[in-house]
Nanobody, 114 residues
Framework: QVQLVESGGGLVQTGGSLRLSCAASGTFSIIDVMGWYRQASGKQRELVAAINRAGTTNYAYFVQGRFTISRDNAKNTVDLQMNSLKPEDTAVYYC????????WGQGTQVTVSS
């Protein structure tokens, strides 16, 4: 059993910043890849950023230069620092982890007002 719990969502104005955090718990040895996805209303879920155990990162083009993903392997946590937020960043953000299979958090709402 693996549980992912996100925190840090909320309402922010255009140009503001938010930091999302996700903690994994349960029975597992190591987490291969951790990442963040988002799903806006009426749209498909899309990858925002991912990071492997070695710290190699992958960002969606629409967050390049604005968002930074980081993880702590010892604590099984992954964070997403979001700067220069835009209204189009409004979505439910989901934490994900690959531990053999893929596991998902419950999601946290991020709303950017114009």
């Amino acid at each position: 059993q693996v549980q992912l719990v996100e925190s840090g969502g909320g309402l922010v104005q255009t140009g503001g910043s938010l930091r999302l955090s996700c903690a994994a718990s349960g029975t597992f040895s190591i987490i291969d890849v951790m990442g963040w996805y988002r799903q806006a209303s009426g749209k498909q879920r899309e990858l925002v950023a991912a990071i492997n155990r070695a710290g190699t990162t992958n960002y969606a083009y629409f967050v390049q230069g604005r968002f930074t993903i980081s993880r702590d392997n010892a604590k099984n946590t992954v964070d997403l620092q979001m700067n220069s937020l835009k209204p189009e960043d409004t979505a439910v953000y989901y934490c994900a982890a690959r531990i053999g299979a893929a596991f998902w958090g419950q999601g946290t709402q991020v709303t950017v007002s114009s």
